[in-house]
DNA sequence: ATGAAAGCGCTAACAT
DNA sequence: ATGTTAGCGCTTTCAT
């Protein structure tokens, strides 16, 4: 294995000191064109490959973005890292990925790993369990841009991304209404971005004058697995439900499937509408009533906003908090031609 | 901002030599219990981190795998991500993500950005577009575990993780052919993975006597976009068409979807087997027969492997090529009760 | 069991 | 425009 060269290699062949040569491969703006030339072609000719532990060593910065989500198997997620991935990469920074399973303690782990790897900055989707935010202070204190995406918390000193959970969950229910509901379930989480959707359910059916329902049963963690609860409880009102809010998707298509199995029909015994405008909202039939969640721009837009914290761009003290559009797509399941 | 510990300052109160606090921090068997202890206590006490750039720097490793995948916001992919970031997280690495966008290019710059980030190993699935690996000869020059998965090249230096994609879609072919349907068209691709299924295809079909059906059309890349072309084909073929290998499940969603639309009846003018077993698949109606494609568990085998190399514990000279068990799942989109 | 000290390869402040 | 040099903070070999 031929060893591999260094800047000194290529100083000492070049008759150049090593400083010049560190220079030249940065593009330094203080070096003349001619020597930088020389010296990339030298570094070409032996195949030379910069030593990023050395670089980052001596400037104490690693090109490197910390990302923790809740986890990555999920459509939502994914897009949403997509569009980072794709606009930090193109301004040459690499992603460090680590999923917090929804648990607080793996998520305080996964940020003391990414604050001691020495990221540069660090975007944050919280667990569901998450209740305290002690875990991020080194990162404020030693002000590295962190960022909150989706699932934020209530801390002034850093940029969140969301979108306005309350009025969607608002915007959902009211459209239920408007179809004719009167007896409407939420289903979903009663924390952060489920809560907000949760409140806003309950205050559209507030302005309506219907009652709002709750039911501890029906705080699931919108695991499949806990279908047949959501079913049964359905199954057992007294008076009978006759429109769903559902704060996931593919949840939503769970309880379309049983529904039907249970010979429900789907709108008319009971509508339906998701959250987040999952490719599978448009797949199954009926169709799904949904919001549409712009994650792919969320992502794109945390990367951006990243970046230009990390570039000294932007003076973010301004805007805090960033609210992207939602938009409520109507289809068949909450509609009668 | 009180500045940041170092083992010299840990070693200086101590009255120790920065060696030994080095050795006590990682656990060194020739230090004493007692002085461990001492050390650890200091160190928590003043708030001491490690400073990972100088250890990479001085050990040349960094604790971090590289993954490259041809897309992150797919079902399948993050669920092989996940997968592996459990099991690499808790053996105490630390992920860094890219994905290639199905360009060889971006391939190329991707790997060597890990390869100059000085990943430990790294995880590579193939773009669609790759055609030559010699960008991933540096890995293998410097002994750096390297690892495909699904998407595999020809190279025998290097482990690969895959499902017999061949007889997969043997299977799927021939379950239609079991199922009555006598002029069946494939959809997907002509490369690498697609390539075997499409080899299976054609082999069932040879077995037994029939014709096999593909157009260039068809090699569609599975988006949605497409979808129409696809749909013109079938209704303007002069023998109809009766059974429909997809090679995505999602794709084989939006054909469901526009034959519907377009009055055909699945199953039964035209059956239909997708693959993946993407959760749309039991979710549309008629529910997608499918091949069941073990991403989280080829994930979590990914992250062993690359685990056991870099331990050393294993060698894996004698495995170079593990294929992981697949598995039609029959449902309603290719039988008639 | 502990200490001393030589790197690891690069960056950047300072000097010329 | 280029050279010099002092770190960056840790690991590890060699000595004791």
Redesign the interface.
């Known amino acids: 294995?031929n060893k591999r060269i260094t800047i000194y290699d290529l100083a000492k062949t070049l008759k150049v000191s090593p400083g010049t040569v560190s220079r030249s491969l940065n593009n330094h703006p203080s070096i003349s064109d001619k020597t930088k030339q020389r010296v990339i072609a030298k570094a070409n000719e032996l195949g030379y490959?910069?030593?990023?532990?050395?670089a980052?060593?001596s400037s104490?910065k690693?090109n490197?973005i910390g990302v923790i989500v809740p986890?990555?198997?999920?459509?939502f997620?994914?897009?949403i890292?997509?569009g980072i991935?794709?606009v930090v990469?193109e301004a040459g920074y690499?992603?460090?990925?680590?999923?917090s399973?929804e648990s607080m303690e793996k998520e305080k782990i996964?940020s003391m790993?990414?604050?001691?790897?020495?990221v540069d900055a660090i975007l944050v989707s919280l667990a569901y369990d998450t209740t305290d935010y002690e875990h991020f202070t080194p990162f404020i204190?030693?002000k590295i841009p962190l960022i909150f995406l989706d699932r934020v918390p209530n801390l002034p000193e850093c940029l969140t991304l969301i979108i306005d959970n309350y009025l969607a969950g608002f915007e959902a229910t009211e459209h239920l209404i408007e179809q004719g509901c009167k007896n409407i379930l939420y289903i979903g989480g009663n924390r952060n971005v489920y809560l907000e959707r949760f409140k806003g359910y309950k205050a559209a059916l507030q302005k309506h004058h219907l009652d709002y329902r709750f039911d501890d049963l029906l705080e699931t963690d919108l695991d499949p697995k806990n279908i047949d609860e959501v079913i049964n409880y359905i199954k057992n009102q007294p008076t009978p439900i006759d429109g769903l809010f559902v704060a996931s998707d593919?949840f939503a298509?769970?309880c379309i499937?049983e529904l039907?199995k249970a010979s429900f029909k789907v709108p008319e015994d009971i509508k339906v509408v998701g959250f987040n405008n999952d490719?599978?909202s448009?797949?199954?039939?009926p169709s799904l009533t949904t919001i549409n969640y712009p994650g792919?721009e969320m992502g794109v837009l945390a990367g951006q906003s990243v970046i230009n914290q990390l570039k000294g761009n932007i003076d973010m003290q301004a805007t805090n908090s960033i609210s992207l559009r939602h938009e409520l797509i109507i289809r068949e399941s909450s509609t009668i031609k």
């Open positions: 294995m490959k910069i030593n990023k532990f050395a980052n060593l104490q690693s490197t986890k990555l198997n999920s459509n997620m994914s897009t890292l997509a991935e794709k990469n690499s992603l460090i990925i680590s999923q399973l996964n790993t990414h604050f001691n790897s020495g204190k030693h593919s298509a769970h499937k039907k490719p599978i448009e797949l199954i039939s792919y």
